[in-house]
């Protein structure tokens, strides 16, 4: 199939490549989101009532992902309201607890919503966070998009495929001489090496002579 010319198999050959791609993203998500950032303050109690699995795929990559109804109580104005909280926030083992939690309006400086953000003070520090997301996240992207380059090419056909790698690598014919002009400089930088060795011991070996005929 690899070396098929027939559309199918280039076909299948551009799905797997994608394939390779999505299970790459879904693993590091599920890596990454299998800690959960804290915070040192809290301002609200949560009731958590219900929670509904939705995996085992799902935007936190693969495995259980908790969906938990709870109603959450307001510290300062006592306000309470009833949402659904996902990302494994809650686990079924939190039904019919009080679980303290902060709470917050989504947005920044700049931009402002209505949408309630929520944070655990049991997790990681959100130092610690960032550098896992970094080590996980970056080799992640860097192998999705090899792979999604490699999926392009091969739904080309076998000449277009060689064609294209010659573009970047070069032909066998400019690869090898290539290889033998660094082998020939290698070869030049040795020798250049040797003569600088033999020069410098010939200076010794006068300086050496030119000191006892002085005695």
Request: proline content about 3%; some cysteine; glycine content about 8%.
């Amino acid at each position: 199939m690899w070396r098929s010319d027939n559309p199918v198999a280039r076909v299948l050959r551009v799905l797997i490549g994608f394939g390779i791609v999505a299970l790459i993203a879904f693993t590091a998500l599920t890596v990454i989101f299998s800690f959960q950032r804290k915070t040192e303050a809290t301002n609200a109690t949560a009731r958590v009532t219900a929670c509904e699995d939705t995996g085992p795929i799902t935007r936190r990559g693969f495995g259980h992902n908790w969906n938990c109804t709870a109603t959450i109580r307001d510290d300062e104005s006592g306000e309470t309201w009833t949402t659904d909280i996902d990302m494994n926030f809650f686990t079924p083992e939190d039904i019919g607890q009080d679980k303290r939690l902060y709470w917050g309006y989504g947005g920044n400086r700049m931009v402002t919503s209505d949408y309630r953000v929520y944070a655990s003070p049991e997790g990681i520090s959100a130092g610690t966070y960032a550098v896992i997301s970094a080590a996980v996240g970056f080799p992640a992207i860097m192998a999705m998009l090899w792979f999604f380059a490699k999926a392009v090419v091969w739904g080309f056909s076998q000449e277009e495929q060689r064609k294209f790698w010659e573009k970047i690598h070069g032909t066998p014919e400019q690869r090898a001489a290539k290889k033998q002009k660094e082998l020939e400089e290698r070869q030049a930088r040795k020798a250049r090496l040797a003569r600088y060795a033999e020069i410098k011991e010939a200076r010794r070996r006068a300086k050496e002579e030119r000191r006892r005929a002085g005695r």
